[in-house]
Nanobody
């Protein structure tokens, strides 16, 4: 079992930056692929970014490429999402996720989810 706790969400103006963190419990964190998903009001949850267990591979949805960066620190059992040049359409609840390589595209199917953190980008 893995428990995931997100932090770092908030309200920011368009063009601003936020860094989300996700702290994971469990000694097997290093073996999990990790990802970030988001869900905007009235929309389905969508994949945002993912990273392999080693950190050597990263994946992004086209709409955030060049603006968001996913990274992980296995010594701290933490994964991050650095979000720059934020846009109002990035407004959503952001969820941290963990699992096997199925977290990664094209499957995008985690086994574990965090509770979510709200990101609001004002225009």
């Amino acid at each position: 079992q893995v428990q995931l706790v997100e932090s770092g969400g908030g309200l920011v103006q368009a063009g601003g930056s936020l860094r989300l963190s996700c702290a994971a419990s469990g000694r097997t964190f290093v073996t999990y692929a990790m990802g970030w998903f988001r869900q905007a009001p009235g929309k389905e949850r969508e994949f945002v970014a993912a990273i392999t267990w080693s950190g050597s591979g990263t994946y992004y949805v086209d709409s955030v490429k060049g603006r968001f960066t996913i990274s992980r620190d296995n010594a701290k059992n933490t994964v991050y999402l650095q979000m720059n040049s934020l846009k109002p359409e990035d407004t959503a609840v952001y969820y941290c996720a963990a699992g096997t390589s199925a977290v990664l595209p094209p499957i995008r199917r985690p086994d574990y989810w965090g509770q979510g953190t709200q990101v609001t980008v004002s225009s």
